[in-house]
């Protein structure tokens, strides 16, 4: 398995302009997750999804942020419009989940710059 | 909310010395996991532990869930240039996993 795939590994926008990000969890795993990670806030959930439906999106930071998952093999997280502060290491992250918990596969993260 | 908070920060040891990090949840964890990463990289899962006092081995890192579940520790006998890299626990609590701020761990060969 190629493991959770993400693209772009990097970006850099101007302020202002529609960003989005994209992930390609592992084949099988039914729950995805977007993370954040900054130096100053560490690693945040942003949203996930069980089985394509969002579950939990209490960390989205502001309206600004939205994502989707319309199949088990594709989701998208889209800033519109970014702003400097969105700067920071996008991970996404897949897991089975049945009755407990199992470990995450994180992709290689998108490394994103607004300037 | 549920907090997950790590100790130390920070830790640099010389090559051959052990280290130790460790982890406190604010409520009661399901299950405790940890994450490597290295730098540049992204997390990377090394192992969940679920039952009351665990304690789980691999290699040189031994890895401990607390009595009562609210804590844990993961110890790195005689350290090597390749555990260079940031350690991450995250407890399952209220249906999702929270990390801790995670240990950066630099080792001087």
């Known amino acids: 398995d190629a493991g959770v795939i993400q693209s772009p590994r990097h970006e850099v926008t101007e302020m202002g302009q529609e960003v989005t990000l994209r992930c390609k969890p592992i084949s099988g795993h039914n729950s995805l997750f977007w993370y954040r990670q900054t130096m100053m806030r560490g690693l945040e959930l942003l949203i996930y999804?069980?089985?394509?439906?969002?579950?939990?999106d209490s960390g989205m930071p502001e309206d600004r942020f939205s994502a989707k998952m319309p199949n088990a093999s594709f989701s998208t997280l889209k800033i519109q419009p970014s702003e400097p502060r969105d700067s920071a290491v996008y991970f996404c992250?897949?897991?089975?989940?049945?009755?407990?918990?199992?470990?995450?596969?994180f992709g290689s993260g998108t490394r994103l710059t607004v300037v | 909310g549920q907090q997950v908070m790590q100790i130390p920060q920070y830790q640099h040891v010389q090559e051959g010395e052990d280290f130790t990090t460790y982890c406190n949840s604010s409520?009661?964890?399901?299950?405790i996991q940890w994450y490597k990463q290295r730098p540049g990289g992204h997390p990377v899962f090394l192992i969940q532990l679920v039952k009351s006092g665990e304690v789980k081995k691999q290699k040189r890192l031994t890895f401990q869930f607390g009595e009562a579940k609210k804590n844990s520790s993961l110890h790195i006998t005689a350290t090597q240039t390749t555990d260079v890299g940031t350690y991450f626990c995250?407890?399952?609590?209220?249906?999702?996993?929270?990390f801790g701020q995670g240990t950066r761990l630099t080792i001087n060969p």
């Open positions: 409520t009661t964890l399901s299950n």
């Open positions: 995250a407890g399952w609590g209220a249906q999702k996993l929270v």
């Open positions: 992250a897949s897991s089975l989940r049945q009755l407990h918990s199992y470990g995450y596969t």
């Open positions: 999804f069980n089985n394509n439906v969002p579950i939990d």
